[in-house]
């Protein structure tokens, strides 16, 4: 299907783009990647009269060293962030959850920031940037002002964002020699997440001395798994079973067509077991 008519702007800078914003008002869509808005308007499920493009503003990309954080620009696309040394070293675990994201077509046009707004639940983005108590920098018409995690994801597909604000970058915290994992479960290679786990922990003689733990689809937005969180740490290996019974604890999943919510609660236990051992193992 053919979108509706829309104008269509590329500013090359960040003022330019908020003042697109501004003169559109209500009526305004923002382009980061496409991945997930240009299915939407070819099905016409949402009709705006303008189309902002960030693709141009390159403030908006690149990974840099911020001293006790790892800053991600929220136009990296995902190819980026996974193949870049300093989230590797100091951001593990979003790495190795953006590498299971679709295919290398896709990893080259989604961008971190633009799934982040998006706020699909099932998206392999929130988890892990909620699990490492990342800070999201929202820039509008009042200036800057920082969103912790924690507070970004209010429902289905909304977030800290507001009209008229821009995400411009992830900020989070180094990591370093943390172990981590990300399991997926899907039917079919490429598909969004049924459930999907988000581990990393650090690790002394042993035994578990810090967790986080984060969850994909299993609620209207990313969550954390706190109780398993305080149940793991001083766990050994041989623990884990234990200390993960608590996964699902506190959780709405869906039911749909991939399986009811009590599938998905037991997944969760499953997959938190298995992401946090291989997180163990580094």
Same mark, same amino acid.
């Given at each position: 299907? @053919?979108?509706?008519?829309?104008?269509?702007?590329?500013?090359?800078?960040?003022?330019?783009?908020?003042?697109?914003?501004?003169?559109?008002?209500?009526?305004?869509?923002?382009?980061?990647?496409?991945?997930?808005?240009?299915?939407?308007?070819?099905?016409?499920?949402?009709?705006?009269?303008?189309v902002?493009?960030?693709?141009?503003?390159?403030?908006?990309?690149?990974?840099?060293?911020?001293?006790?954080?790892?800053?991600?620009?929220?136009?990296t696309?995902?190819?980026?962030?996974?193949?870049?040394?300093?989230?590797? +070293?100091?951001?593990?675990?979003?790495?190795?959850?953006?590498?299971?994201?679709?295919?290398?077509?896709?990893?080259?046009?989604?961008?971190? $920031?633009?799934?982040?707004?998006?706020?699909?639940?099932?998206?392999?983005?929130?988890?892990?940037v909620?699990?490492?108590?990342?800070?999201?920098?929202?820039?509008?018409?009042?200036?800057?002002?920082?969103?912790?995690?924690?507070?970004?994801?209010?429902?289905?597909?909304?977030?800290?964002?507001?009209?008229?604000?821009?995400?411009? +970058?992830?900020? @989070?915290?180094?990591?370093?020699?943390?172990?981590?994992a990300?399991?997926?479960?899907?039917?079919?290679?490429?598909?969004?997440? @049924?459930?999907?786990?988000?581990?990393?922990?650090?690790? +002394? $003689?042993?035994? @578990?001395?810090?967790?986080?733990? $984060?969850?994909?689809?299993? $609620?209207?937005?990313?969550?954390?798994?706190?109780?398993?969180?305080?149940?793991?740490?001083?766990?050994?290996?041989?623990?884990?079973?234990?200390?993960?019974?608590?996964?699902?604890?506190?959780?709405?999943?869906?039911?749909?067509?991939?399986g009811?919510?009590?599938?998905?609660?037991?997944?969760?236990?499953?997959?938190?077991?298995r992401?946090?051992?291989?997180?163990? +193992?580094?």
């Amino acid at each position: 299907m @053919i979108p509706a008519a829309f104008d269509y702007v590329a500013p090359t800078s960040l003022d330019d783009a908020l003042a697109a914003l501004a003169e559109a008002g209500d009526d305004a869509k923002v382009l980061a990647g496409g991945q997930s808005l240009l299915p939407i308007l070819r099905m016409r499920l949402n009709a705006p009269e303008k189309v902002v493009d960030l693709g141009r503003i390159e403030a908006l990309r690149g990974v840099r060293d911020g001293g006790d954080h790892v800053a991600i620009g929220a136009m990296t696309p995902y190819a980026e962030v996974v193949g870049d040394a300093l989230v590797r +070293e100091h951001a593990g675990l979003l790495a190795k959850a953006v590498e299971t994201v679709a295919d290398p077509q896709i990893r080259h046009r989604g961008t971190v $920031g633009g799934a982040l707004v998006h706020a699909d639940p099932a998206g392999d983005v929130g988890a892990p940037v909620l699990a490492l108590d990342a800070t999201m920098v929202v820039v509008g018409p009042g200036g800057e002002r920082t969103v912790p995690a924690a507070e970004f994801f209010r429902d289905l597909f909304e977030t800290a964002v507001d009209d008229g604000e821009l995400l411009t +970058e992830i900020r @989070i915290p180094k990591h370093t020699g943390w172990g981590s994992a990300y399991e997926k479960f899907v039917r079919v290679s490429h598909q969004w997440s @049924i459930v999907a786990v988000a581990a990393t922990v650090r690790v +002394e $003689g042993g035994s @578990i001395a810090e967790a986080r733990v $984060g969850l994909t689809n299993m $609620g209207s937005t990313p969550l954390r798994a706190t109780a398993v969180e305080q149940a793991l740490v001083g766990s050994s290996a041989s623990g884990l079973a234990d200390a993960c019974a608590a996964a699902a604890e506190g959780t709405n999943p869906p039911s749909d067509l991939n399986g009811d919510a009590d599938y998905r609660r037991h997944l969760a236990t499953v997959l938190t077991r298995r992401a946090v051992q291989k997180a163990m +193992e580094g």
